[in-house]
C-alpha cells in the first residue's frame, strides 16, 4: 500500500516509541467502563434491576461517551502504528483479526436476540474505518480535520430516501433506526477517528517528551489497565459472555427483581392510553394505578406472559377503575 510520506504539520512518530503505556491504560480503563456497561445492560435484560439503566438517557450517553473514547483512541493508535509509513502486513492482520471477531459478534448475537442482532457494532466499525483513515494519516492536518467534522454533521443535514435502504444502514443517514443492540455507523462515528488521528499528529511527537509520554505501567491499577489495553479484543470479546453467564446464574437463584418492568410497563401503558383516546395526565396516573392493583391481584407476574381469558377479563376491569379514578383526580389541563 503505497502512500505518501506525512506532510511539512505532522512530524513522524517512531516506531521505537510505537507502544506508550498511558494510551494502553487509557484503553483499559475505556474497557472498564463498557464492562460496567455492559453490566448494567445484563442488570436489566434479566430483570434483575427495576429498569434496564443501560437504556435509559443517562446510559444512553455513557454508552456514546464509551464507543466516542474507543474511536479515538483507534484514530491515535493508527498514527503511532502506521505514521512512517504504512505497514502492509500489519494492516492486513489487524483487519482479519478484528474483522473476524466482528463477524463472530453478529453470528452470536443472531443466535441469540435475532430480532435485534449486532450487523454493524463497534468492531464492525472499527474494522472498516481502520482502512478508510490510512490515506488521512498523509493528508494535511486541516483536511483530516474538516473531514472529521464534515462526517459528524452529515447525519443532521443528510438522510432520508435511498438512504434508509436497510443495506446502507451501515453509514448511518437514513432516518431509519434499525432494532439491534449495538449501532456504530459511519456516520458520524468514522469522525471520531479522524479526530484521533488530527489529535495524534500533532500530540504525539509533543506526548514522547512529556510525563505522561515517559510514564511505564509497571505496578498497580496502571499495570492492569494497560494491560487489558494491550489486550483490548480478547477484552472485548470475552467479558460480555462471561458477565452475561454470571448474571444468569444470579438470576436462576433469585428471581427477578421485585420492581422489575414496572417503568416499561407504565410508560406503555400511559402511550397506548393516550392512542385510544384517553387524557395524558390520567394515563400517568392510571399507569401507576394498575400496576399496584395487578399485584394485590396477582396479575402482576401473569403480566409478562400472554393473558389467559379470564385473566385479560380481570385486567381490563381493573385497567377501566384506575382510569376513571385517575379521569377524576387528574389536573385539568
Known amino acids: 500500500m503505497a502512500l505518501p510520506p506525512p506532510g511539512p504539520?505532522?512530524?513522524?512518530?517512531?516506531?521505537?516509541?510505537?507502544?506508550i503505556d498511558a494510551l494502553d491504560a487509557a484503553r483499559g480503563v475505556a474497557l472498564g467502563a463498557m464492562a460496567i456497561y455492559h453490566a448494567t445492560w445484563d442488570l436489566g435484560y434479566l430483570r434483575l434491576t427495576p429498569e434496564n439503566y443501560a437504556l435509559t438517557p443517562a446510559g444512553r450517553i455513557a454508552a456514546h461517551l464509551i464507543a466516542g473514547g474507543f474511536l479515538v483512541l483507534v484514530g491515535i493508535g493508527l498514527v503511532l502504528a502506521h505514521g512512517g509509513g504504512v505497514r502492509r502486513r500489519a494492516v492486513l492482520m489487524r483487519l482479519l483479526r478484528i474483522g473476524g471477531a466482528a463477524l463472530a459478534v453478529t453470528a452470536a448475537t443472531y443466535a441469540l436476540f435475532p430480532g435485534s442482532y449486532v450487523f454493524f457494532g463497534i468492531l464492525h466499525c472499527i474494522a472498516?474505518?481502520?482502512?478508510?483513515a490510512l490515506p488521512f494519516l498523509f493528508a494535511p492536518?486541516?483536511?483530516?480535520?474538516?473531514?472529521?467534522?464534515?462526517?459528524?454533521?452529515?447525519?443532521?443535514?443528510?438522510?432520508?430516501?435511498?438512504?434508509?435502504?436497510?443495506?446502507?444502514?451501515?453509514?448511518?443517514?437514513?432516518?431509519?433506526?434499525?432494532?439491534?443492540?449495538?449501532?456504530?455507523?459511519?456516520?458520524?462515528?468514522?469522525?471520531?477517528?479522524?479526530?484521533?488521528?488530527?489529535?495524534?499528529?500533532?500530540?504525539?511527537?509533543?506526548?514522547?517528551?512529556?510525563?505522561?509520554?515517559?510514564?511505564?505501567?509497571?505496578?498497580?491499577?496502571?499495570?492492569?489497565?494497560?494491560?487489558?489495553?494491550?489486550?483490548?479484543?480478547?477484552?472485548?470479546?470475552?467479558?460480555?459472555?462471561?458477565?452475561?453467564?454470571?448474571?444468569?446464574?444470579?438470576?436462576?437463584?433469585?428471581?427477578?427483581?421485585?420492581?422489575?418492568?414496572?417503568?416499561?410497563?407504565?410508560?406503555?401503558?400511559?402511550?397506548?392510553?393516550?392512542?385510544?383516546?384517553g387524557e395524558a395526565a390520567a394515563c400517568r396516573l392510571a399507569a401507576r394505578c394498575v400496576v399496584g392493583a395487578f399485584r394485590r391481584d396477582g396479575l402482576w407476574a401473569q403480566s409478562h406472559r400472554t393473558f389467559t381469558v379470564a385473566?385479560?377479563?380481570?385486567?381490563?376491569?381493573?385497567?377501566?377503575?384506575?382510569?376513571?379514578?385517575?379521569?377524576?383526580?387528574?389536573?385539568?389541563?
Do not use: K
Request: include cysteine.
Open 311 to 333: 385473566e385479560r377479563a380481570r385486567a381490563q376491569v381493573l385497567s377501566q377503575d384506575c382510569y376513571e379514578a385517575a379521569e377524576g383526580t387528574a389536573p385539568v389541563p
Open 128 to 132: 472498516l474505518s481502520s482502512v478508510l
Open 141 to 277: 492536518v486541516a483536511v483530516t480535520a474538516l473531514c472529521a467534522a464534515v462526517v459528524m454533521a452529515a447525519p443532521h443535514v443528510v438522510g432520508g430516501g435511498v438512504l434508509d435502504a436497510p443495506a446502507l444502514f451501515f453509514l448511518g443517514l437514513g432516518r431509519t433506526l434499525p432494532q439491534t443492540n449495538d449501532y456504530v455507523p459511519l456516520f458520524p462515528w468514522f469522525g471520531l477517528v479522524l479526530a484521533g488521528i488530527v489529535a495524534g499528529r500533532l500530540g504525539m511527537p509533543r506526548l514522547a517528551d512529556t510525563r505522561i509520554g515517559g510514564w511505564r505501567a509497571t505496578r498497580g491499577p496502571g499495570r492492569f489497565a494497560a494491560f487489558a489495553g494491550r489486550h483490548s479484543l480478547a477484552v472485548y470479546l470475552v467479558h460480555q459472555p462471561v458477565l452475561l453467564a454470571l448474571f444468569a446464574g444470579l438470576a436462576a437463584l433469585t428471581g427477578p427483581h421485585p420492581r422489575a418492568g414496572e417503568a416499561e410497563f407504565r410508560t406503555t401503558y400511559a402511550r397506548n392510553c393516550v392512542a385510544t383516546g
Open 9 to 19: 504539520d505532522a512530524a513522524p512518530v517512531s516506531r521505537s516509541r510505537a507502544r
